[in-house]
């Protein structure tokens, strides 16, 4: 392939000030150089003390100012500067020279090389199987006496010359004439089928939304249709009602496929669609969630390691210790399908345990008596005073209720509703209706009757989990040291693992202290399943102390005690613990409900933490302050509370009566 240039012959030095100017149509840019003694800015050669000098010059000029982008081959040899393009097929001119033959210019201008080239591929019906195949027709610059692939066509006398081929799949197009060729890789649209057409519903009470989507689709332009008749090229339906369709899905490439479906009458879609779960840090035994750490993801932290795992220079390991009378319990939030915890022994082998579902959050059912009246043209309200419940399937009446005006649990914006006989509906909105006292829902609903009762249902999740507990019995693992693992299983989600500390059980720990705790409302815990957590912890000292207030009144002659409050208080001192289960401790100890010892104490402020070296152990200090009630579970048959079956006085209160003090002053 010959390339244009241009060729610059310095004669002789050219004057200052004239100008050497070349035009090309590869670029927009004219190359202009001045000549002077100076090279003051772009566009100007230094004219050097010989020809050879300033030839080299203008090379240099012609390199900073035009070249940055290397749309030449610029070379000198002595006197002569030659400017070769590096594309085919540039015409090189001069537009101007003012040098009077000082520098001049020879013109070698090559034409453009043939080639050839795939201009355009087109798709279309293929002659047969039109849903499997696609033609091809591709047109070239000019006719390609032969093609050698995807299919051998020799000679080839059309253009653009076709062939039908396989969809979805990617060919090589390569043609070619006796001195040149070509070639073009090019994926063909896919293949329209009933397999990888996806339909999904969203059914409402207002009707079913019906959505297209397709596993493959590339180079398909597509159109829908409910009757083979009037077609769409939007993929949605909305506002189906409850019968039996076909869809039909045509291309541009003659291929139609049909699909019957059938829209239900509306349900409410009660599945959860997001992952829920946790085990809370103040359970008894403390879990780590257990994941393969990363570079980019699941970092090492303390939710996923271990204490012997922790992030330090000098890890320690933790052995919760627990005795063989205990009975730990474990609450597990979970929405996973499937729930299994297993207790890991030192060999390896594993027992499985019992889990107990303790709530019922989710897939709820309610129906019962309600009221409902017009609001407006277009809505109507729904409220509950009081009436009867019935069973959500068989409609028997079960029992009673008195909302007197507030809503049941389900009553919030975007649940559903069903009046009966009529249908269902989505709840718009929530009104504060004084006239009837009462909460209102609101529904989009047509209603010109007069106000009058109706019974109602709603079948909705309260919350997106619910609580599962299970209990370790230390006392068929005496000597032993174990883990306790927690595995939930979806279709829809991640599986997950959950591993626990290692646990050490002894019939007895010498220098432990038991702490017994819960709260009386729930938390991140469900505690109104009656749950109760419990740690045991080595402790380095336990000092007494004491805790109050003294009020008195000192006159003249005498000095009097008005008030005074005195509180045991211990000062408790732990032997060093690992950070995880530190947390976990300190959490325990801010609890409602603690019991030390089978005594009740409440913390009296957030405790101290003392870092120990460069590990990853901690010691903890904390202030109790008893509060006068023993722990004791076992009933003495007289007493229906299980706390306080002893009183121990932890608190000591007097308080002196107002007394006014009279003196008799002597004159003497």
């Known amino acids: 392939m010959a390339l244009s240039k241009i060729i610059v012959t310095f004669n002789t030095l050219p004057n200052t000030g004239t100008i050497l100017r070349i035009e090309n149509d590869l670029s927009a840019t004219t190359i202009s150089e001045a000549f002077d003694d100076i090279r003051y800015s772009n566009g100007v050669t230094l004219i050097g003390a010989d020809v050879d000098e300033t030839a080299n010059n203008y090379r240099i000029a012609l390199e900073l100012d035009y070249n940055s982008t290397n749309l030449y081959t610029i070379t000198v040899l002595n006197n002569v500067v030659t400017i070769e393009a590096v594309q085919d097929g540039v015409t090189f001119s001069e537009t101007f020279n003012s040098t009077s033959g000082a520098v001049t210019t020879v013109l070698d201008n090559e034409p453009a090389t043939p080639e ?41 006398v059309n253009n653009p010359f076709s062939f039908d081929w396989v969809r979805g799949v990617t060919i090589d197009i390569d043609c070619e004439t006796a001195t040149l060729n070509a070639s073009q890789s090019t994926q063909l649209p896919d293949i329209l089928s009933v397999g990888t057409t996806i339909l999904t519903q969203f059914n409402t009470p207002t009707g079913s939304d019906l959505t297209v989507t397709h596993d493959s689709s590339f180079g398909l332009d597509l159109e829908y249709s409910l009757d083979d008749i009037t077609y769409q090229t939007s993929n949605k339906f909305p506002g189906l009602t409850p019968n039996d369709y076909t869809l039909y899905v045509k291309d541009q490439l003659g291929c139609q496929i049909s699909i019957p479906f059938t829209v239900s009458i509306f349900t409410p879609n009660i599945s959860v669609t997001d992952p829920d779960f946790n085990i809370s840090k103040s359970m008894s035994i403390r879990y780590k969630k257990d994941v393969d750490w990363g570079n980019c993801s699941d970092y090492k932290n303390e939710e996923n390691t ?8 000098l890890p320690y390991k933790t052995l919760q210790q627990f005795q063989t009378c205990d009975l730990v319990q474990t609450q597990v939030r979970n929405n996973y399908e499937t729930l299994t915890a297993n207790v890991i022994k030192s060999d390896g082998t594993k027992d499985a345990l019992s889990i107990s579902k303790i709530t019922n959050f989710i897939d709820k059912k309610d129906k019962r008596d309600a009221t409902y009246y017009a609001i407006s043209g277009t ?8 009436g009867d419940t019935y069973d959500y399937d ?22 559903f509703v069903f009046l009966d006989t009529i249908g269902w509906f989505t709840i718009v909105d929530i009104i504060e209706d004084e006239s009837r006292n009462a909460e209102v829902l609101v529904i989009d609903y047509v209603y010109a009757g007069v106000e009058t009762g109706i019974i109602v ?22 000597n032993q040291q174990i883990q306790v693992e927690v595995l939930a299983t979806d279709p829809t989600f991640t599986d997950i693992r959950w591993l626990s500390e290692l ?36 402790w380095q000292t336990f000092h007494p102390g004491v805790d109050g207030e003294i009020e008195g009144l000192d006159t003249d002659t005498n000095s ?46 957030m405790p101290e933490t003392e870092p120990f070296g460069q590990t990853n152990l901690q010691v903890i200090t904390a202030t109790f302050k008893k509060s006068g009630e023993v722990f004791n579970s076992q009933l003495d048959g007289t007493s229906t509370d299980p706390i306080s079956d002893v009183e121990l006085i932890g608190l000591i209160k007097y308080k ?4 006014t003090v009279f003196r008799r002053l002597s004159s003497s």
């Open 656 to 659: 002196q009566k107002s007394t």
């Open 394 to 415: 068989t409609g028997l009446q079960e029992g009673t209720y008195a909302l007197n005006g507030l809503l049941p649990d389900w009553g919030a914006i975007g649940n």
């Open 457 to 478: 249902s709603s079948n909705y999740n309260l919350f997106n989990h619910d609580f599962y507990e299970f209990s370790v019995d230390m006392a068929n693992y005496d």
């Open 503 to 538: 646990i050490e059980v002894e019939e007895r720990f010498d220098d432990t202290m038991e702490f017994l705790y819960w709260n009386p409302s729930n938390t991140d815990v469900y505690y109104f399943s009656g749950i109760k957590n419990k740690i045991r912890l080595k």
């Open 379 to 386: 809505q109507t309200g729904i409220y509950f005073t009081s």
């Open 560 to 605: 009097v005690l008005l008030n005074s409050q005195a509180y045991e208080t211990n000062i408790f001192v732990s032997f060093p613990v690992t950070i995880g289960v530190m947390r976990q401790i300190i959490t325990a100890f801010v609890h409602k409900e603690l019991y030390i010892n089978g005594v009740k104490y409440r913390i009296t402020e």
């Open 306 to 313: 271990l204490s012997c795992e922790e992030n330090v220079l």
């Open 116 to 156: 050839l080239t795939i201009d355009t591929v087109v798709f279309s019906e293929a002659d047969s199987d039109v849903c499997n195949k696609v033609k091809v027709t591709v047109t070239t610059s000019e006719l390609a006496t032969k093609v050698t692939s995807p299919l051998l066509i020799d000679p080839n």
